[in-house]
């Protein structure tokens, strides 16, 4: 098994369940893999594939999905291929050639394609195990329900002696029970692993507004310049004015959303996988078919409307295990927006529900990982260090003043207006409401002119998050002060407020360390400019080599293993060879030419 691993893959060891997956399936069980994105779950079917006789059947439900799994199984050197409705007559007949001869080893096929050629292709071909990527689409309580996948019951009762493995990243208890009941899965082996994903960096920013987001994500860029990335918002509108900004700024940044041709969309993707679009912005349509391991960093614009959303758009970062950061948004009016579409959702109950463990995340003041971790019902005993809690704990001061001014401005109005007003009555500005109102004569009028308005934002969310105040959504979001609030307004309590954290402008050194990505594994020391020139003449030569074999530059090399070259530093064939995600195919097709230039470097 490790031969085989090394042979084809180029890795030396197995990742955590990975080995007990391919034994259960080598001695002909089913099994049900539940692991996170990135955590290697291809490997889990595609090693036994190879080791066992006939062609192993994997159905996967997206066409982009295929091609990109076999498109990097074929520069390993492994015979793949997907069987669906993008082909053209001559390479179907091709592939049935191929299956019927066995010259395969993996066949993608969808699940309408299963269905249709289970009585003609699938019992003419020597068939080694079925894999079922993506298995949580067949459960109704899934997210991505798909019709055909509830049809697949058939596969087990066909071909009882061949072992089936389900997989899927996303699937509560429910769904688990669903796949194995829908599939006929014969005691099945559950491998659940764990859903931490370390190398993703957790931060939040609190109560900006859009110019300073903008200016956030500006410089958030920069320090990620020229790596992929994906911004999600919430409306299409944002979308559009995020990438108008961006590209005002000279960066290569594309749209996506569902009110796109679909012709347009699949060019979109195709231009992000293949590097020639370095931002997307998106709304959450732009999902399930990015299968791009080097997604660098993944930005929120709004606050998302539960945490499996969250989580599922996040884990598009850094699926090739190398550090990638995440940034999220959280304002005030994204709360009252998303509460007002769960009120009206129908299923009011468990939307609100979903969004307030999604608010807490965002509010937390301990470790945002643990938080998420324990959503997913695993708990851990430590804080992760890489999230911006771990990092920079926050800091509390008496705030009873500044939440006394604010109450106070709320019961003078009679609790007649929203945060928009408040904040201009506190810091004295004047507008026609104003002047028709008369709030100019209120006592508090200006008396929170000290602090600036993007902080009354902050300050009010925090009051919000504390109990001070609620929000009448069904009265215009007007602000009603609570008994809590009530206590600190009246000197009967004290409010203690976290002290506001802005981002600190981009330092020129900072902006210089762009191309490295810090691997953590690997030592550093190395002088970093020389290492930078190394790696860009690295990933031009990738370029080319990928761009003449017509794949995305990720499937000729990985950003991983560019990394390890240019620190490594192999400059023989044998060395070459160590290098983890190198196998024998890519290193007798690829090594000769970057050995050469890591020559020319050293
Ligand atoms: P998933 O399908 O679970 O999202 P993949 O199968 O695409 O994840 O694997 C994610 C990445 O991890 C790929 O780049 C893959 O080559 C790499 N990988 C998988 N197994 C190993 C391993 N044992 N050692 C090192 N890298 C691995
Ligand atoms: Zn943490």
Redesign the pocket.
């Known amino acids: 098994m490790l031969q085989t ?1 090394k042979k084809y ?1 180029g ?5 955590p369940l ?1 080995e007990e997956v391919i034994r259960t399936l080598l001695a002909g069980k089913d099994c049900l893999v539940l ?10 079917y595609q090693l036994p594939a190879l080791l066992r006789e006939g062609i192993a059947i994997v159905v996967s439900p997206l066409i982009s999905l295929m091609k990109d799994q076999v498109e ?1 199984l074929c520069a390993n050197g492994i015979a793949a291929g997907a069987l669906n409705s993008s082909n053209d007559e001559t390479e179907n007949a091709l592939l049935y050639r191929s299956c019927m001869e066995g010259k395969l080893k993996l066949l993608y096929i969808s699940p309408e394609k299963l269905i249709a050629e289970a009585n003609y292709l699938l019992r003419d071909m020597p068939i080694s195990l079925f894999a079922i ?1 993506e298995a949580h689409c067949i459960s109704q309580w899934g997210h991505d329900f798909r019709p055909e996948y509830a049809q697949m019951g058939f596969l087990h009762e066909m071909f009882p002696n061949i072992p089936i493995i389900a ?1 899927t ?1 996303t699937a509560d208890k429910i769904t688990r029970e669903d796949i194995i009941r829908q599939l006929h899965l014969n005691q099945p082996k559950i491998f659940i692993s764990s859903f931490d994903r370390p190398n993703l960096s957790l931060t939040v920013k609190r109560g900006y507004q859009q110019k300073e987001k903008n200016k956030a994500i500006l410089d958030f860029i920069a320090r990620h310049s020229g790596e992929s990335g994906i911004i999600y918002c919430m409306s299409r509108n944002n979308t559009e004015k995020v990438a108008q900004m961006l590209q005002k700024h000279g960066l290569r940044a594309a749209v996506y959303h569902a009110g796109l041709a679909p012709k347009y969309r699949d060019e979109v993707q195709d231009d992000f996988i293949n590097d020639r679009i370095q931002i997307v912005c998106a709304t959450i349509a732009f999902g399930m078919g990015i ?1 791009k ?1 080097n997604v660098r960093w993944v930005i929120h614009y709004n606050l998302p409307k539960s945490i499996e959303s969250f989580y599922q758009e996040i884990g598009r970062a850094g ?3 190398m550090s990638s950061d995440t940034l999220l948004f959280y304002s005030l009016a994204d709360l009252i927006l998303l509460t007002k579409f769960a009120t009206e959702s129908g299923q009011q109950g468990i939307n609100l529900e979903k969004l307030q463990r999604m608010q807490q995340y965002a509010e937390a003041d301990v470790c945002r990982r643990r938080i998420l971790l324990s959503y997913f019902g695993e708990t851990t005993t430590e804080d992760c260090g890489n999230c911006d809690v771990c990092k920079n704990p926050p800091q509390r001061f008496d705030g009873t003043i500044i939440v006394q001014k604010a109450l106070s401005a709320i019961a003078r109005t009679d609790q007649q207006i929203g945060t928009g007003m408040l904040v201009d009555i506190l810091r004295g500005n004047i507008n026609a409401e104003i002047a028709e109102k008369g709030y100019q004569d209120l006592k508090t009028y200006g008396a929170g002119r000290d602090v600036p308005a993007r902080d009354w934002q902050d300050y009010l969310l925090q009051m919000l998050q504390l109990g001070y105040f609620e929000i009448a959504y069904n009265e215009n979001n007007h602000l009603k002060i609570t008994e809590s609030g009530r206590d600190v307004l009246f000197g009967r309590a004290r409010a203690q407020l976290a002290v506001i954290r802005r981002e600190e402008t981009t330092t020129t050194k900072e902006k210089k360390r762009k191309t490295i990505v810090p691997v953590r594994e690997l030592p550093l020391e190395l002088p970093y400019t020389k290492s930078t020139e190394l790696f860009e003449a690295l990933s031009e030569l990738r370029r080319r080599l990928a761009s003449h074999e017509g794949y995305p530059a990720y499937i000729v090399l ?1 950003d ?1 293993v560019l990394h390890q070259l240019s620190i490594s530093r192999p400059t023989t064939l044998e060395e070459f060879g160590t290098i ?2 190198i196998g024998e195919y890519k290193k007798k097709k690829y090594g000769k030419e970057f050995v050469e230039l890591i020559r020319k470097f050293c």
């Open positions: 691993l893959f890795y030396d060891t197995f990742r990975q692991m996170p994105t990135g955590g290697g779950k291809s490997i889990c990097t990527d997989l990243a299968d391991s699926r090739d295990g990985s991983k983890s995600g």
